[in-house]
């Protein structure tokens, strides 16, 4: 032995086929000719530095959350804790998250049985799927997704079937869902506030697709990680809605609503059977993580100023949200306004414009602006929204006005490319 470690596909290191990688980065349309490649958000990061492009890619504040939440988790790094949290999260920020989803949004929850914190919505998800989603099953969601919804069905070894929503309003046609459905079907995840068209779900959208779910044994995920960043209408969390009570779980997060994304603090709620079922999942995902970061949140989601902070952030980002949407105007573009979340999306095609993956190559290197192709969270194999670009609004007006000014600059150039 000469003490060297194989490479994966290599004679000395046999990889199937259907290797459970393989299969995740390939659903995430990771997987190119030779192996894994960098995400899309990692490659137009790349060239945003490269190019000194303002950066709409990448959907994260500029700016850190509100002061008195970053002095309460530096207070706790210093005190403690810094040891393992509880495996269902610091029983304080349960707690809190129970009262805050029952202040905010009607729903009564033991905070002992019925809520669990994870790393980030995204392990929320992954616990989920890999709790009750079997080999050859089904999970059924609209397109576009959040791509973690993809990588996940497929490392779980199920059949992702996915719901085209469409311009203007993006929802989700419920006959279209109960067609996607079949006796294989185990979940259906739902997404809203929805990522990256912005669409929130009204209630009756939410009745239909709940009584569609009871009548044919399928489970609901309802990732609602921009539940406070709604403009227009009103946020429902899912689990308000009669008959969800035993059949959904929800998984919302702190990142998005306190703009500290990097501390991956989220939580999952629902019925404690399916939440228990979730906790056997997670206990060998991460465990537990950030216990300090936990705390803070634990102590700052009941103030006032949290309600405060989240009432200024939303009124901060419907004006940047204008202001970007007032910029592609100028430019001659037509996007949708997004009723929620952190992002506008626009289609190219005015522009001559098939490709949007191309498209946002070249507006990151001719016109310094980079953007995400909405093509990226869909399926790899289809071409459903090819041409319509995705640009973040969670940024600083200046961001936000340099950003628009070098388009507008660049448009006649774009346009005849």
């Known amino acids: 032995m000469d003490g060297t470690q194989p490479t994966p596909g290599s004679a000395r290191h046999d990889v199937d086929v259907d290797a459970p990688w393989r299969r ?26 490269e190019h000194g492009a303002v950066n709409l890619g990448q959907g994260f504040p500029d700016a850190d959350g509100p002061d008195a939440l970053l002095r309460l988790a530096a207070d706790a790094v210093l ?13 304080v920020l349960r707690q809190a998250v129970a009262e805050h989803r029952r202040r905010h949004w009607g729903v009564t929850e033991d905070p002992a049985t019925q809520a669990m914190i994870t790393t980030g919505a995204t392990e929320g998800i ?15 969601t609209v397109e576009p997704f959040y791509d973690s919804h993809a990588a996940t069905i497929a490392l779980a070894g199920a059949r992702h079937v996915s719901v085209p929503v469409e311009a203007p309003d993006f929802l989700p046609d419920p006959a279209r869902v109960a067609d996607a459905i079949t006796d294989r079907t185990r979940l259906l995840i739902v997404n809203t506030p929805h990522n990256p ?7 009756e959208l939410l009745e239909e697709l709940v009584a569609l779910c009871r009548s044919r044994g399928v489970l609901i995920l309802s990732d609602e990680v921009y539940d406070h960043l709604v403009y227009e209408g009103e946020h429902v969390s899912l689990r308000s809605v009669a008959g969800a009570e035993d059949i959904a779980l929800t998984v919302s997060s702190a990142g998005k609503a306190f703009a500290v994304t990097g501390w991956k603090v989220g939580w999952l709620t629902g019925p404690a059977e399916l939440v228990g079922a979730a906790r056997a ?8 993580s950030g216990p300090a970061f936990q705390r803070a949140l634990g102590a700052y989601l ?7 902070h989240l009432a200024g952030q939303r009124e901060r980002y419907r004006d940047a949200r204008d202001r970007l949407v007032a910029g592609l105007r100028e430019a001659g573009l037509d996007p949708v ?3 929620a979340g952190y992002f506008v999306v626009v289609d190219l095609a005015p522009w001559g414009v098939t490709d949007a993956a191309e498209a946002a190559v070249r507006w990151t290197r001719d016109a310094g602006v980079t953007g995400i192709p909405v093509g990226a969270l869909c399926r790899p194999d289809g071409g459903h929204l090819r041409s319509w670009l995705r640009l973040a609004f969670c940024k600083s007006p200046d961001a936000i006005d340099e950003a628009m000014r070098r388009l507008a600059e660049a448009a006649p150039r774009l346009r005849a490319a």
Request: no cysteine.
């Open 24 to 49: 995740t980065a390939a659903a995430a349309g990771l997987l190119g000719d030779t192996g894994p490649v960098p995400t899309v958000f990692e490659t137009m990061t790349g060239l945003a530095v």
């Open 337 to 339: 306004v997004p009723a």
């Open 79 to 91: 005190a403690g804790p810094n040891q393992y949290a509880p495996g269902t999260g610091d029983p």
């Open 281 to 288: 999942v997670k206990q060998f995902l991460t465990y537990s």
């Open 302 to 308: 009941p103030t006032d100023d949290a309600e405060r």
């Open 197 to 203: 068209t912005g669409a929130v779900y009204p209630r």
């Open 126 to 140: 992954a616990a989920t799927v890999l709790a009750f989603v079997r080999p050859g099953d089904e999970v059924v």
